[in-house]
């Protein structure tokens, strides 16, 4: 695009996606990834044989997922806030959206297949682990470990492509 010669575009431009995608993730596209989400996690939960279940729901209009499992033989649940497991999805998403205005469409679709491919894999087993908190110490560890953690991967992913595709280079 002629209007993405320069750097300052180039960021103007990014910041407006990055503001509406942040927008349309308010007004529910969190709410459809976090069901997505939550579809895999149950499904993988299911093929290996668990019996928990992990859902999205809205608790004193704050959004969570709620594990469901059963601890010796009772049933109970326990909640987990989805800010710092989803959010990092608004970056990620800005980023490979800005990625189909300054690359060629095949490089910006494949960065986009490994970058959520890996992003989507790490918040399912993100959420595996969750369900496991209560029953062991390694997933109580690992969750403890990846918590806080999800902001710093989008940026490694957002940092990892502008290392081998250079969009802010001088030209």
Known sequence: MRL???NRNKIIFLLIITLLIFIGWQIGYEAIHARILAWFTNGLLKISGSHKIIKYEISDRVP?????ELIRGKGTRF?????PILQPTVILLAWQLFLFFVL?????????????GIFLALQVFFLVQLTGYHASSVHKFLYSLMVDSFYIIALILVIKDTLFYPVFRKK
Request: glycine share 4%.
């Open 4 to 6: 993405l010669n320069s």
């Open 79 to 83: 909640p987990q806030e989805i800010g």
């Open 104 to 116: 060629s469409l095949k490089q910006a679709f494949r960065l986009v297949l490994i970058n959520f």
């Open 64 to 68: 969570i997922f709620m594990v469901y």
